[in-house]
Protein backbone atom coordinates (compact mmCIF):
# COMPACT_ATOMS: atom_id res chain seq x y z
CA UNK A 1 0.00 0.00 0.00
CA UNK A 2 1.27 3.61 -0.84
CA UNK A 3 2.58 5.30 2.71
CA UNK A 4 0.56 7.67 4.81
CA UNK A 5 -0.04 10.90 4.42
CA UNK A 6 2.57 12.51 7.31
CA UNK A 7 1.12 15.38 10.05
CA UNK A 8 2.50 19.14 8.52
CA UNK A 9 5.30 19.72 10.87
CA UNK A 10 5.11 22.21 13.64
CA UNK A 11 7.74 25.15 11.72
CA UNK A 12 5.31 24.97 8.53
CA UNK A 13 2.28 25.87 10.68
CA UNK A 14 4.88 28.81 12.53
CA UNK A 15 5.28 29.87 8.82
CA UNK A 16 1.77 29.78 7.92
CA UNK A 17 0.32 31.96 10.83
CA UNK A 18 2.80 34.22 10.17
CA UNK A 19 1.99 34.83 6.91
CA UNK A 20 -1.53 34.97 7.76
CA UNK A 21 -0.47 37.68 10.19
CA UNK A 22 1.43 39.51 7.50
CA UNK A 23 -1.70 39.46 5.21
CA UNK A 24 -3.90 40.89 7.54
CA UNK A 25 -2.24 43.43 8.93
CA UNK A 26 -1.17 44.37 5.73
CA UNK A 27 -4.71 44.47 3.89
CA UNK A 28 -6.16 46.22 7.14
CA UNK A 29 -3.73 49.07 6.57
CA UNK A 30 -0.88 49.08 3.86
CA UNK A 31 0.33 52.20 5.56
CA UNK A 32 3.92 53.32 6.24
CA UNK A 33 3.28 53.63 10.00
CA UNK A 34 1.66 50.18 9.54
CA UNK A 35 4.37 48.88 7.31
CA UNK A 36 6.68 49.86 9.57
CA UNK A 37 5.08 48.20 12.57
CA UNK A 38 4.86 44.79 11.11
CA UNK A 39 8.64 44.89 9.40
CA UNK A 40 9.71 45.36 13.30
CA UNK A 41 7.25 42.81 14.58
CA UNK A 42 8.32 40.26 12.06
CA UNK A 43 12.36 40.68 12.14
CA UNK A 44 12.05 40.37 16.10
CA UNK A 45 10.87 36.85 16.04
CA UNK A 46 11.53 35.60 12.76
CA UNK A 47 15.21 34.62 11.65
CA UNK A 48 16.30 35.92 8.48
CA UNK A 49 16.78 32.19 6.90
CA UNK A 50 13.05 31.55 7.38
CA UNK A 51 11.85 34.97 5.47
CA UNK A 52 11.77 33.47 2.20
CA UNK A 53 9.75 30.50 3.74
CA UNK A 54 7.41 33.30 4.68
CA UNK A 55 7.15 35.29 1.62
CA UNK A 56 6.54 32.40 -0.57
CA UNK A 57 3.77 31.26 1.91
CA UNK A 58 2.31 34.83 1.68
CA UNK A 59 2.29 34.98 -1.98
CA UNK A 60 0.54 31.93 -2.24
CA UNK A 61 -2.03 32.82 0.32
CA UNK A 62 -2.72 36.36 -1.56
CA UNK A 63 -3.17 34.62 -4.66
CA UNK A 64 -5.57 32.00 -3.67
CA UNK A 65 -7.72 33.78 -0.98
CA UNK A 66 -7.18 37.36 -1.68
CA UNK A 67 -6.54 38.13 -5.24
CA UNK A 68 -8.25 41.05 -5.72
CA UNK A 69 -6.82 42.75 -3.14
CA UNK A 70 -3.34 41.71 -4.84
CA UNK A 71 -2.88 45.92 -6.16
CA UNK A 72 0.95 47.28 -6.77
CA UNK A 73 0.31 48.97 -3.70
CA UNK A 74 0.18 45.60 -1.82
CA UNK A 75 2.78 44.03 -3.29
CA UNK A 76 4.78 46.91 -2.64
CA UNK A 77 4.19 46.91 0.88
CA UNK A 78 4.71 43.15 0.86
CA UNK A 79 7.95 43.19 -0.62
CA UNK A 80 9.15 46.15 1.61
CA UNK A 81 8.54 44.36 5.06
CA UNK A 82 9.61 40.95 4.02
CA UNK A 83 12.82 41.58 2.01
CA UNK A 84 15.82 41.40 4.72
CA UNK A 85 19.50 42.93 3.98
CA UNK A 86 20.75 39.78 5.53
CA UNK A 87 18.89 36.99 3.12
CA UNK A 88 21.22 35.27 0.49
CA UNK A 89 18.53 33.26 -1.54
CA UNK A 90 15.71 35.57 -2.36
CA UNK A 91 12.86 33.34 -4.41
CA UNK A 92 10.92 36.24 -6.22
CA UNK A 93 8.84 33.91 -8.99
CA UNK A 94 6.07 33.17 -6.45
CA UNK A 95 5.13 37.06 -7.98
CA UNK A 96 3.88 34.79 -10.71
CA UNK A 97 1.13 33.35 -8.40
CA UNK A 98 -0.63 37.07 -9.30
CA UNK A 99 -1.00 35.95 -12.77
CA UNK A 100 -1.53 38.24 -15.76
CA UNK A 101 -1.33 42.13 -14.38
CA UNK A 102 -1.09 45.05 -15.89
CA UNK A 103 1.97 47.17 -17.19
CA UNK A 104 1.48 49.46 -14.58
CA UNK A 105 1.92 46.92 -12.03
CA UNK A 106 4.71 45.25 -13.71
CA UNK A 107 6.83 49.34 -13.46
CA UNK A 108 5.83 50.05 -9.61
CA UNK A 109 6.71 46.70 -8.15
CA UNK A 110 9.98 46.93 -10.29
CA UNK A 111 10.35 49.89 -9.22
CA UNK A 112 10.02 48.90 -5.33
CA UNK A 113 12.48 45.96 -5.69
CA UNK A 114 14.70 48.45 -7.29
CA UNK A 115 14.82 50.72 -3.96
CA UNK A 116 15.27 47.53 -1.76
CA UNK A 117 17.87 45.59 -3.83
CA UNK A 118 20.93 47.98 -3.38
CA UNK A 119 20.86 46.83 0.50
CA UNK A 120 20.61 43.32 -0.50
CA UNK A 121 24.61 43.01 -0.97
CA UNK A 122 25.02 39.05 0.65
CA UNK A 123 23.02 38.24 -1.92
CA UNK A 124 24.07 34.59 -3.96
CA UNK A 125 21.02 33.32 -5.58
CA UNK A 126 18.04 35.32 -7.38
CA UNK A 127 15.06 33.49 -9.13
CA UNK A 128 13.25 36.42 -11.24
CA UNK A 129 11.43 33.87 -13.87
CA UNK A 130 8.41 33.83 -14.69
CA UNK A 131 5.28 31.39 -15.24
CA UNK A 132 5.45 31.68 -19.24
CA UNK A 133 2.42 34.28 -19.51
CA UNK A 134 3.31 37.16 -20.92
CA UNK A 135 2.59 39.98 -18.89
CA UNK A 136 3.36 38.74 -14.87
CA UNK A 137 5.54 39.20 -12.14
CA UNK A 138 8.31 39.30 -11.76
CA UNK A 139 9.17 42.04 -14.26
CA UNK A 140 13.19 42.48 -14.85
CA UNK A 141 14.13 44.99 -16.98
CA UNK A 142 17.34 47.14 -17.93
CA UNK A 143 17.41 48.78 -14.87
CA UNK A 144 17.00 45.28 -12.41
CA UNK A 145 20.34 44.49 -13.95
CA UNK A 146 21.76 47.52 -13.36
CA UNK A 147 21.35 47.52 -9.57
CA UNK A 148 22.31 43.84 -9.41
CA UNK A 149 25.30 44.72 -11.20
CA UNK A 150 26.70 47.91 -9.04
CA UNK A 151 24.95 45.75 -5.24
CA UNK A 152 25.11 42.61 -5.88
CA UNK A 153 28.72 41.27 -5.80
CA UNK A 154 28.46 38.00 -4.42
CA UNK A 155 25.56 36.81 -6.86
CA UNK A 156 26.18 33.16 -7.64
CA UNK A 157 22.79 32.16 -9.27
CA UNK A 158 20.49 34.43 -11.30
CA UNK A 159 17.19 32.76 -12.83
CA UNK A 160 15.73 34.70 -15.66
CA UNK A 161 13.89 32.39 -17.46
CA UNK A 162 10.65 33.02 -19.65
CA UNK A 163 11.06 37.15 -18.27
CA UNK A 164 10.84 38.91 -22.14
CA UNK A 165 12.28 42.13 -20.61
CA UNK A 166 15.35 41.36 -20.16
CA UNK A 167 18.09 41.50 -23.61
CA UNK A 168 21.18 40.98 -24.02
CA UNK A 169 21.82 44.90 -24.26
CA UNK A 170 20.87 44.60 -20.28
CA UNK A 171 22.87 41.78 -19.47
CA UNK A 172 26.04 44.07 -20.70
CA UNK A 173 25.10 45.77 -16.81
CA UNK A 174 26.26 42.36 -15.19
CA UNK A 175 29.52 42.97 -16.26
CA UNK A 176 32.44 44.34 -13.76
CA UNK A 177 33.80 47.80 -14.88
CA UNK A 178 35.76 51.02 -13.38
CA UNK A 179 32.26 52.27 -11.76
CA UNK A 180 30.93 48.98 -10.72
CA UNK A 181 32.00 45.71 -8.97
CA UNK A 182 29.47 43.44 -11.57
CA UNK A 183 28.47 39.73 -10.59
CA UNK A 184 31.96 38.23 -11.40
CA UNK A 185 31.22 35.26 -8.68
CA UNK A 186 28.16 34.44 -10.95
CA UNK A 187 28.21 30.77 -11.73
CA UNK A 188 24.63 29.73 -12.64
CA UNK A 189 22.30 31.84 -15.58
CA UNK A 190 19.28 30.86 -16.48
CA UNK A 191 18.03 32.74 -19.55
CA UNK A 192 15.81 30.78 -21.48
CA UNK A 193 12.57 32.20 -23.72
CA UNK A 194 13.94 36.25 -23.06
CA UNK A 195 15.00 38.41 -25.75
CA UNK A 196 18.46 37.24 -26.00
CA UNK A 197 20.55 36.01 -29.11
CA UNK A 198 22.96 33.82 -28.82
CA UNK A 199 25.56 36.62 -30.00
CA UNK A 200 24.87 38.02 -26.47
CA UNK A 201 25.21 34.69 -24.53
CA UNK A 202 28.46 34.67 -26.69
CA UNK A 203 29.89 37.69 -24.72
CA UNK A 204 28.55 36.54 -21.70
CA UNK A 205 30.71 33.60 -21.68
CA UNK A 206 33.64 35.88 -23.21
CA UNK A 207 33.46 38.07 -19.84
CA UNK A 208 32.71 35.38 -17.76
CA UNK A 209 35.14 32.33 -17.90
CA UNK A 210 33.85 31.27 -14.65
CA UNK A 211 29.81 30.45 -15.47
CA UNK A 212 29.32 26.59 -14.79
CA UNK A 213 25.95 26.49 -16.15
CA UNK A 214 23.84 28.76 -18.70
CA UNK A 215 20.25 27.49 -18.96
CA UNK A 216 20.14 28.32 -22.64
CA UNK A 217 19.20 25.92 -25.89
CA UNK A 218 21.30 27.84 -28.19
CA UNK A 219 24.34 27.45 -26.39
CA UNK A 220 26.38 25.49 -28.86
CA UNK A 221 25.85 28.17 -31.30
CA UNK A 222 26.91 30.95 -28.92
CA UNK A 223 30.47 28.57 -28.33
CA UNK A 224 30.30 28.27 -32.25
CA UNK A 225 29.88 32.16 -32.44
CA UNK A 226 32.77 32.51 -29.68
CA UNK A 227 34.81 29.61 -31.63
CA UNK A 228 35.28 32.43 -34.49
CA UNK A 229 36.05 35.61 -32.36
CA UNK A 230 34.25 38.28 -33.76
CA UNK A 231 36.08 41.72 -33.89
CA UNK A 232 33.87 42.81 -30.31
CA UNK A 233 35.23 39.92 -27.91
CA UNK A 234 38.41 41.49 -28.30
CA UNK A 235 41.26 44.18 -29.45
CA UNK A 236 43.76 41.70 -29.83
CA UNK A 237 43.78 40.34 -33.57
CA UNK A 238 45.69 37.03 -31.87
CA UNK A 239 43.07 34.57 -31.25
CA UNK A 240 42.16 34.31 -27.22
CA UNK A 241 42.32 30.79 -26.00
CA UNK A 242 39.37 30.09 -23.47
CA UNK A 243 39.37 27.55 -20.75
CA UNK A 244 36.09 27.76 -19.47
CA UNK A 245 34.26 25.95 -16.95
CA UNK A 246 30.75 25.13 -18.60
CA UNK A 247 29.34 21.87 -16.90
CA UNK A 248 26.32 22.21 -19.54
CA UNK A 249 26.01 22.76 -23.04
CA UNK A 250 22.35 22.84 -24.24
CA UNK A 251 22.10 22.81 -28.26
CA UNK A 252 18.54 21.17 -28.52
CA UNK A 253 16.58 24.24 -30.13
CA UNK A 254 19.97 25.50 -31.91
CA UNK A 255 19.03 27.29 -35.49
CA UNK A 256 22.17 25.80 -36.95
CA UNK A 257 20.39 22.85 -36.19
CA UNK A 258 23.22 20.76 -35.31
CA UNK A 259 26.66 20.23 -33.48
CA UNK A 260 29.54 19.18 -36.15
CA UNK A 261 32.84 17.88 -35.46
CA UNK A 262 34.06 21.05 -35.34
CA UNK A 263 31.98 22.47 -32.36
CA UNK A 264 32.62 19.39 -30.11
CA UNK A 265 36.18 19.92 -30.96
CA UNK A 266 36.17 23.34 -30.15
CA UNK A 267 33.80 21.83 -26.43
CA UNK A 268 36.28 19.14 -25.83
CA UNK A 269 39.20 21.98 -25.73
CA UNK A 270 37.41 24.67 -23.87
CA UNK A 271 35.40 22.77 -21.94
CA UNK A 272 37.31 19.83 -20.37
CA UNK A 273 34.94 19.79 -17.30
CA UNK A 274 31.43 19.27 -19.61
CA UNK A 275 28.99 16.48 -17.44
CA UNK A 276 26.14 17.68 -19.40
CA UNK A 277 25.19 17.60 -23.12
CA UNK A 278 22.23 18.14 -25.13
CA UNK A 279 23.01 18.53 -28.55
CA UNK A 280 21.18 17.90 -31.93
CA UNK A 281 23.66 15.27 -34.28
CA UNK A 282 23.97 13.08 -37.20
CA UNK A 283 25.33 9.95 -36.72
CA UNK A 284 29.06 10.32 -37.77
CA UNK A 285 29.27 13.37 -35.46
CA UNK A 286 28.13 11.09 -31.90
CA UNK A 287 32.18 9.52 -32.26
CA UNK A 288 33.98 12.77 -31.55
CA UNK A 289 32.02 12.64 -27.95
CA UNK A 290 34.31 10.50 -26.80
CA UNK A 291 36.51 12.84 -26.25
CA UNK A 292 34.73 14.26 -23.19
CA UNK A 293 36.08 12.51 -20.75
CA UNK A 294 33.85 13.50 -17.83
CA UNK A 295 30.63 13.49 -19.64
CA UNK A 296 27.60 12.11 -17.96
CA UNK A 297 24.29 13.01 -19.01
CA UNK A 298 23.86 12.54 -22.75
CA UNK A 299 21.10 13.69 -24.63
CA UNK A 300 21.06 13.22 -28.71
CA UNK A 301 18.67 14.51 -31.22
CA UNK A 302 18.79 12.80 -34.34
CA UNK A 303 16.98 15.42 -36.06
CA UNK A 304 18.86 18.31 -38.53
CA UNK A 305 16.30 19.42 -39.94
CA UNK A 306 15.54 15.40 -41.51
CA UNK A 307 15.26 13.34 -39.34
CA UNK A 308 19.08 11.16 -38.94
CA UNK A 309 19.52 7.37 -38.44
CA UNK A 310 21.42 5.59 -35.31
CA UNK A 311 24.24 3.74 -36.91
CA UNK A 312 27.55 2.52 -36.39
CA UNK A 313 29.65 5.81 -34.83
CA UNK A 314 26.74 5.59 -31.69
CA UNK A 315 26.36 1.88 -31.56
CA UNK A 316 30.51 2.35 -31.08
CA UNK A 317 30.47 5.35 -29.08
CA UNK A 318 27.68 3.53 -26.49
CA UNK A 319 30.11 0.22 -26.33
CA UNK A 320 33.02 2.87 -25.44
CA UNK A 321 32.01 5.21 -23.45
CA UNK A 322 28.40 4.12 -22.16
CA UNK A 323 29.37 2.79 -18.76
CA UNK A 324 30.72 6.44 -18.41
CA UNK A 325 27.42 7.95 -18.64
CA UNK A 326 24.49 7.89 -15.56
CA UNK A 327 21.57 9.30 -18.07
CA UNK A 328 20.94 9.01 -21.75
CA UNK A 329 18.03 10.70 -23.59
CA UNK A 330 17.70 9.90 -26.94
CA UNK A 331 15.50 11.34 -29.82
CA UNK A 332 15.14 9.60 -33.07
CA UNK A 333 12.96 8.20 -36.13
CA UNK A 334 13.36 4.63 -35.39
CA UNK A 335 14.80 3.08 -32.58
CA UNK A 336 15.82 -0.17 -33.30
CA UNK A 337 15.86 -3.35 -30.96
CA UNK A 338 19.70 -3.87 -30.97
CA UNK A 339 19.76 -0.37 -30.15
CA UNK A 340 18.20 -0.84 -26.77
CA UNK A 341 19.92 -4.02 -25.97
CA UNK A 342 23.60 -1.87 -26.60
CA UNK A 343 22.11 0.33 -24.09
CA UNK A 344 21.46 -2.27 -21.67
CA UNK A 345 24.77 -4.50 -22.07
CA UNK A 346 26.99 -1.53 -21.96
CA UNK A 347 25.79 1.54 -20.18
CA UNK A 348 25.78 -0.19 -16.81
CA UNK A 349 25.74 3.42 -14.59
CA UNK A 350 22.39 4.47 -15.79
CA UNK A 351 19.74 5.89 -13.57
CA UNK A 352 17.57 7.38 -16.21
CA UNK A 353 17.11 6.38 -19.34
CA UNK A 354 14.83 8.49 -21.66
CA UNK A 355 14.08 7.04 -25.06
CA UNK A 356 11.78 8.88 -27.66
CA UNK A 357 11.26 7.89 -31.06
CA UNK A 358 8.57 7.95 -33.68
CA UNK A 359 8.82 4.07 -35.01
CA UNK A 360 10.30 1.24 -32.78
CA UNK A 361 11.56 -2.07 -34.88
CA UNK A 362 12.23 -5.40 -33.11
CA UNK A 363 14.65 -6.50 -35.56
CA UNK A 364 16.44 -9.09 -33.07
CA UNK A 365 14.69 -11.20 -30.46
CA UNK A 366 16.21 -9.95 -27.03
CA UNK A 367 18.11 -11.69 -25.06
CA UNK A 368 16.64 -12.59 -21.62
CA UNK A 369 18.91 -11.82 -19.07
CA UNK A 370 21.53 -9.39 -21.33
CA UNK A 371 20.02 -6.15 -19.44
CA UNK A 372 22.51 -4.91 -16.99
CA UNK A 373 20.48 -1.78 -16.03
CA UNK A 374 20.45 -2.59 -12.32
CA UNK A 375 21.15 0.82 -11.01
CA UNK A 376 18.36 2.02 -13.08
CA UNK A 377 15.98 4.60 -11.28
CA UNK A 378 14.04 6.72 -14.39
CA UNK A 379 12.60 5.25 -17.34
CA UNK A 380 10.78 7.06 -20.09
CA UNK A 381 9.47 5.05 -22.85
CA UNK A 382 8.06 7.36 -25.48
CA UNK A 383 7.04 5.71 -28.84
CA UNK A 384 5.11 6.45 -31.95
CA UNK A 385 4.64 10.44 -33.15
CA UNK A 386 1.27 10.84 -32.09
CA UNK A 387 -1.68 9.04 -30.08
CA UNK A 388 -3.02 7.90 -33.59
CA UNK A 389 0.54 5.70 -34.36
CA UNK A 390 0.25 2.00 -33.00
CA UNK A 391 3.63 0.66 -31.10
CA UNK A 392 3.21 -3.31 -30.78
CA UNK A 393 6.96 -3.59 -29.93
CA UNK A 394 6.19 -1.44 -26.59
CA UNK A 395 5.37 -3.66 -23.74
CA UNK A 396 8.32 -6.03 -25.22
CA UNK A 397 11.23 -3.52 -24.73
CA UNK A 398 9.75 -2.43 -21.50
CA UNK A 399 9.48 -6.02 -19.89
CA UNK A 400 13.60 -5.93 -21.07
CA UNK A 401 14.49 -2.69 -20.11
CA UNK A 402 13.07 -3.34 -16.58
CA UNK A 403 13.77 -6.81 -16.18
CA UNK A 404 16.88 -5.98 -13.91
CA UNK A 405 16.01 -2.86 -12.68
CA UNK A 406 14.68 -3.44 -9.32
CA UNK A 407 15.84 -0.07 -8.36
CA UNK A 408 13.41 1.46 -10.41
CA UNK A 409 11.57 4.56 -8.98
CA UNK A 410 9.35 6.23 -11.92
CA UNK A 411 8.43 4.47 -15.09
CA UNK A 412 6.79 6.60 -17.69
CA UNK A 413 4.90 4.51 -20.63
CA UNK A 414 4.19 6.82 -23.21
CA UNK A 415 3.24 4.22 -25.75
CA UNK A 416 -0.68 3.38 -27.90
CA UNK A 417 -0.05 -0.62 -28.18
CA UNK A 418 -2.38 -3.54 -28.14
CA UNK A 419 -0.54 -5.38 -25.53
CA UNK A 420 -0.48 -2.35 -23.04
CA UNK A 421 -3.69 -4.17 -20.55
CA UNK A 422 -3.99 -5.54 -17.16
CA UNK A 423 -2.39 -9.01 -17.72
CA UNK A 424 0.84 -7.02 -19.12
CA UNK A 425 1.05 -5.08 -15.62
CA UNK A 426 0.52 -8.12 -13.61
CA UNK A 427 3.31 -9.84 -16.05
CA UNK A 428 5.65 -6.93 -15.63
CA UNK A 429 5.18 -7.42 -11.65
CA UNK A 430 6.29 -11.05 -12.24
CA UNK A 431 9.11 -9.66 -14.01
CA UNK A 432 10.02 -6.84 -11.27
CA UNK A 433 7.98 -6.00 -8.49
CA UNK A 434 8.51 -2.21 -8.84
CA UNK A 435 9.47 -2.45 -4.84
CA UNK A 436 10.61 1.48 -4.90
CA UNK A 437 8.26 2.75 -7.44
CA UNK A 438 7.16 6.05 -6.68
CA UNK A 439 5.70 7.56 -10.13
CA UNK A 440 3.77 5.09 -13.08
CA UNK A 441 2.52 7.28 -15.69
CA UNK A 442 0.85 5.10 -18.34
CA UNK A 443 -0.22 6.94 -21.04
CA UNK A 444 -0.27 7.55 -24.96
CA UNK A 445 2.31 10.01 -26.69
CA UNK A 446 0.49 13.95 -27.70
CA UNK A 447 -2.61 12.72 -26.52
CA UNK A 448 -5.23 15.85 -27.74
CA UNK A 449 -8.27 12.95 -27.14
CA UNK A 450 -10.28 11.93 -23.76
CA UNK A 451 -11.43 8.34 -24.62
CA UNK A 452 -9.63 5.25 -23.40
CA UNK A 453 -6.73 4.12 -26.05
CA UNK A 454 -5.25 1.91 -23.43
CA UNK A 455 -7.03 -1.24 -22.32
CA UNK A 456 -6.01 -0.27 -18.54
CA UNK A 457 -8.88 -1.24 -15.84
CA UNK A 458 -9.43 0.53 -12.68
CA UNK A 459 -8.55 -3.07 -11.46
CA UNK A 460 -5.01 -2.49 -12.85
CA UNK A 461 -5.09 0.72 -10.54
CA UNK A 462 -5.55 -1.54 -7.02
CA UNK A 463 -3.20 -4.08 -8.34
CA UNK A 464 -1.07 -1.23 -9.06
CA UNK A 465 -1.80 0.55 -5.69
CA UNK A 466 -1.51 -2.70 -3.43
CA UNK A 467 1.45 -4.08 -5.15
CA UNK A 468 3.69 -0.92 -5.01
CA UNK A 469 4.42 0.01 -1.38
CA UNK A 470 5.96 3.52 -2.32
CA UNK A 471 3.61 4.55 -5.10
CA UNK A 472 2.64 8.19 -4.92
CA UNK A 473 1.73 9.11 -8.35
CA UNK A 474 -0.17 7.25 -10.65
CA UNK A 475 -1.75 8.14 -14.29
CA UNK A 476 -3.06 9.20 -16.27
CA UNK A 477 -6.86 7.71 -16.04
CA UNK A 478 -8.09 9.54 -18.68
CA UNK A 479 -6.79 7.29 -20.98
CA UNK A 480 -7.17 4.01 -19.49
CA UNK A 481 -10.62 1.78 -19.62
CA UNK A 482 -12.14 3.49 -16.29
CA UNK A 483 -15.25 5.49 -15.77
CA UNK A 484 -15.49 9.12 -14.05
CA UNK A 485 -17.68 7.72 -11.63
CA UNK A 486 -14.67 4.68 -10.73
CA UNK A 487 -11.78 7.43 -10.38
CA UNK A 488 -14.13 9.36 -7.72
CA UNK A 489 -14.00 6.21 -6.02
CA UNK A 490 -10.76 5.64 -6.01
CA UNK A 491 -9.75 8.62 -4.99
CA UNK A 492 -12.40 8.94 -2.13
CA UNK A 493 -10.90 5.25 -0.95
CA UNK A 494 -7.20 7.32 -1.38
CA UNK A 495 -8.13 9.85 0.93
CA UNK A 496 -10.14 7.80 3.33
CA UNK A 497 -7.27 5.46 4.18
CA UNK A 498 -4.98 9.04 4.43
CA UNK A 499 -2.38 7.88 1.78
CA UNK A 500 -0.14 10.12 0.32
CA UNK A 501 -0.90 9.32 -3.32
CA UNK A 502 -1.94 11.17 -6.18
CA UNK A 503 -4.40 9.79 -8.87
CA UNK A 504 -4.13 12.01 -11.98
CA UNK A 505 -7.49 11.87 -14.47
CA UNK A 506 -6.46 15.21 -16.70
CA UNK A 507 -7.06 15.67 -20.18
CA UNK A 508 -3.80 17.79 -20.39
CA UNK A 509 -0.77 15.27 -20.85
CA UNK A 510 1.89 17.94 -20.03
CA UNK A 511 4.16 17.01 -17.02
CA UNK A 512 5.79 18.79 -15.11
CA UNK A 513 9.63 18.92 -15.89
CA UNK A 514 10.71 16.64 -13.18
CA UNK A 515 8.86 14.31 -14.04
CA UNK A 516 9.50 13.61 -17.71
CA UNK A 517 11.87 14.64 -20.24
Known amino acids: MPPRRQPRQ ?3 SCISSTSEMVIAQTLSSPEPVQEMSTRKLLLKYVPPMLIQDVLHSVLWRLTLHHSVHASPAVLSCLLRILLHPQMTDLQLSDLGYVGSVELETLDKVET ?4 LLPAMTKLTTLNLSTHRNKITLPSCSTGILQVLGRSCPNLKLLNLNNNNRVSGEGLLHLYPTDHQPGCIELEKLFIQDCSVEPEDVAMLIHFFPNLQLVGYKELGTSLQILKSQPKKF ?6 CQYNLKLTHVDNSMSRVQKCDGEIVDFICETCPDIENLKIRVCDEDVGELGKLQ ?9 YTGVHQPISSCTENHLRTNGCHLSSLTIYCNRLHSHHVQIIAENCTSLTKLFLHANVAVVDRVLESGSS ?3 KLEVLSLRLGHDELIMSPAACELALFLLSEARLIQELFLLVRSPGVHHDFMNTLLVVNPLSHLKILIADVPRRTLAAPMLDLTIETAYLLINSCPYLQLLGNLISWNVTPEEVAELQSVTR ?6 TVIYTQSNKMKGNLAA
Open 496 to 501: TCNHNL
Open 10 to 12: LLW
Open 234 to 239: GRKRRR
Open 294 to 302: KLKHLELRF
Open 372 to 374: RLS
Open 112 to 115: TLMQ
